[in-house]
Structures are given as C-alpha cells and as structure tokens.
C-alpha cells in the first residue's frame, strides 16, 4: 500500500513537471514573438517558483519596467539563493536609480567573487554616481591591475581625479585612456578640455581635431573649435562651422549668438542682429546680446534704439554691468547730454573698478563739461594710478592733461599736488 503511495505521487510530481515544462515552453514560444503580455497571463497561472519569479522579472526588465523586474528578482532570491539573480537584481536597481540599493548588491557579489570584473565596473561607476570618489579610485586601480589595456578603466580613473580635483593625475588617466583606446571620444574630449583650459593651444589643437575624426558631429569639440578659431580672428571659418552646427543640433543658444558675434566682428551688422534676436528669442535673460544689439545700433546712429539696449542689458544682467552703462553713457556724449553721461560713466566705474576706459571717459567728460578742472584733475590722477601701464596712447593723453590743467592753476596762483 505504501509503494503505491509512493508511486502514485511520484508519477503525480512528473505529470507536474512535465505540465510545468511544457508550460514554460509555450511561454518562451510566445516571448519569442513578443506577445509579452500573453506570457505574463501564463506564468500567473503557475506555482510561485523561483523559476516563474525569475522569468516574470526577466520579461519586465525586456520591456523596461525595473520596478516590477526588481520585485520578481527579490521574490525569487526569497525561494533560492542564487548568483545571477543577484547580479540581474543589482542591474534592475540600477536601471531604476535604487543606487545604494545597487551598490549593496555588487559589494557582497564581489566580496565573494573579486574576478567578476563586468560588477566591479559598474560598482566603480556607480561609486562616481553617489560621489564615492575614494572607493571609485580603488576599484577602478583594481580594474586596472586586472587588464591594464582596458581604456574605460583608465578613463573612469580619470573621471575620479576629476572629482577630487587632482589635475595632473587626471589628465595622466585620460592620456592613457587615449594610449589604449586612440578613438576614445569620451577620454580625447576631456582632454582638449583640460588643455583649452590650461592654455596650451597647441595640445589643445591636436585632441579637438583627433575628436571630431572620431566623430564630426560631437557638438563640444565643435564648440572649443570655433571658439578657438574666434580667439584666432578666423571669423569666416567660424560663421561656417557654425552653420553646420546649426544643421546638426538646430536653435541653439551658443549657436546663434556665436554667429552674432562673428558677423558683428565681419561688420555685417544687419546678420549679426538677426542671429543676436534669434539668441534673445531663446534665452531673454542674456545681457551680453542686449549689449551687441546696443552697440550694433550706435554704429548705425539710431540712438534711441541703443540707449534701449543698453538699458535693457543693465536691467537683465547679473554679473559687471559696466559694458551696458558705458554704452547709455557713449550714446548720451552722441546726442549732447554730458551731463547725462558723466553719470553714466560713473556707474560704469562703480559696477567695474577695472574698466579703465569707463574712468578716462570720467575725466575727459567731466574736464569738458565742469568749469571746476579739479574735479577732471583728480579723476585723472585717479586713471594714472591704476592704469598708467594699461594704455599707452590713453596715458599719454592722460599726462597731457593733468600738465595742462596744473599749468592752468598755476597760472591763477594756484599750486596743484
């Protein structure tokens, strides 16, 4: 009686593994075909296994649901322990931003098993994400002892010296991304930055041109391009340049005020204005192009519309106005209101202690308009001891006067010091 016990439930658990398995391959056939949903019906009907739990999250990490991926994988981890799993469940967390929840995962996978190389990796990466740059730094020399030839790791490692501010050591990391992987856009982009940024043109030169070898269409190579080209004065080839970038990534802010100020400096005023308004148009808050179209109408001598430019540059600004104020200023000594742009000047002066031409102005308009020359006197003084080196032909001028309004006094009885 026991045998038949025994073996009827033995042959009740092979008619459920078969059932089972024929199951599992009606749902693959219909994965197979992307009828995901049909399969998802399917494995409902199922017992609850770790297999039927692993292939419900497997089915939504396909269709990038990692929420319900995550809470599969989790289920199934419940029934069995089991290495993949852990790994998959790792990369859903990932996927669904759950990064520390990620990063405990691969901790106790490579824990266990350091060669895993592919988890060491994206444990690297995701220590940078979190701003671990400590950790990232060992893992990331880890991988590197591993398989010295890997570029990404060395351009990981570059990223990290990024983050803890250690230029030299940043810049070594990303040159031997490019020594071991010489079309690592990412490595040759972070060099031609790194070298824009330390001024070394010629460095800087050979890795923009390398990137966009690569790839011509990388929009920040483009961009330390044509900003070095508008640095060297080659206004065409920048208004070319830009027009393609225009082609790849249209209405850009950069692009279209770029293009403002390359067509300003070709004196084509009526282009330089259209492409400053189609830069207004996209960010409004951008002094710097109320500034250009000021200028843009002191060229053509439509004063009010200048004045309104300049006004609106100092209304918007947020960094040194002082541009915008010596502007309203040039245009009040072009329609004869001195006194209107003395003021102005010296807000000018007020907004930018540097802005040397805003002081000599000062002094010229306030010995012109004032009977009393010791206000000018002083002014000058005031130019001569902050930028006597700045402007030879301002200077010189400068000396000029402060000789002649002593000599002035002089000739009353009085002594100026």
Do not use: C, W
């Not at 859903?92 to 990063?103: M, N, P, S, T, V």
């Not at 460095?203 to 011509?216: R, W």
């Not at 209304?315 to 040039?330: I, N, Q, S, V």
């Amino acid at each position: 009686m026991k045998k038949r016990i025994l073996i009827i439930a033995i042959v009740i658990g092979f008619i459920k593994a078969e059932a089972q398995t024929s199951a599992f391959k009606s749902i693959d056939s219909l994965l197979t075909i992307g009828r995901y949903k049909k399969a998802l019906v399917q494995l409902k009907k199922l017992p609850s296994t770790f297999k039927t739990n692993v292939k419900t999250a497997k089915i939504y990490a396909s269709i990038d649901d990692y929420k319900k991926a995550a809470k599969y994988y989790e289920q199934a981890l419940l029934l069995k322990d089991d290495y993949i799993t852990k790994v998959n469940l790792g990369k859903a967390y990932q996927k669904e931003r759950k990064l520390q929840k990620a990063i405990s995962i691969f901790e106790k996978i490579v824990q266990k098993d350091s060669d895993n190389l592919l988890i060491n990796y994206q444990l690297g990466k995701l220590y940078l994400q979190t701003k671990q740059p400590l950790k990232a730094k060992k893992t990331f020399e880890f991988l590197i002892n591993k398989d010295q030839e890997n570029a990404n790791y060395h351009y990981q490692l570059g990223v990290v010296y990024a983050m803890l501010k250690k230029r030299n050591p940043k810049i070594n990391s990303f040159l031997n991304a490019f020594k071991y992987g010489n079309e690592h856009i990412k490595a040759i982009h972070q060099l031609a930055k790194a070298y824009t940024f330390l001024r070394d043109k010629d460095s800087a030169t050979i890795f923009i041109d390398k990137g966009l070898k690569v790839n011509p269409n990388h929009i920040k190579l483009n961009k330390l391009k044509i900003n070095n080209l508008f640095l060297g004065k080659n206004y065409n080839e920048v208004v070319t340049r830009l027009k393609k970038l225009d082609s790849i990534q249209p209405k850009e802010f950069y692009t279209q005020k770029m293009l403002g100020r390359s067509f300003l400096k070709l004196n084509q005023l009526d282009s330089a204005k259209k492409y400053f308004d189609k830069a207004l148009k996209i960010d409004q808050s951008d002094y710097k192009s109320y500034e250009y179209l000021g200028d843009i109408a002191l060229k053509d001598k439509n004063y009010k519309t200048a004045e309104f430019m300049y006004l609106m540059s100092v209304f918007t600004g947020k960094e040194p106005r002082d541009k915008g104020y010596y502007g309203m200023a040039y245009v009040n000594l072009q329609t004869n209101d001195a006194k209107k742009a003395i003021e102005f000047f010296k807000e000018a002066v007020k907004e930018n202690h540097k802005n040397y031409r805003a002081l000599y102005q000062l002094a010229n308009t306030s010995e012109n308009f004032y009977k009393d020359k010791k206000i000018a006197y002083e002014l000058y003084n005031n130019y001569m001891s902050k930028f006597e080196k700045r402007d030879t032909l301002l200077t010189n001028h400068v000396k000029s006067r402060l000789k002649e309004i002593k000599k002035y006094y002089f000739m009353k009885g009085e002594v100026l010091e």
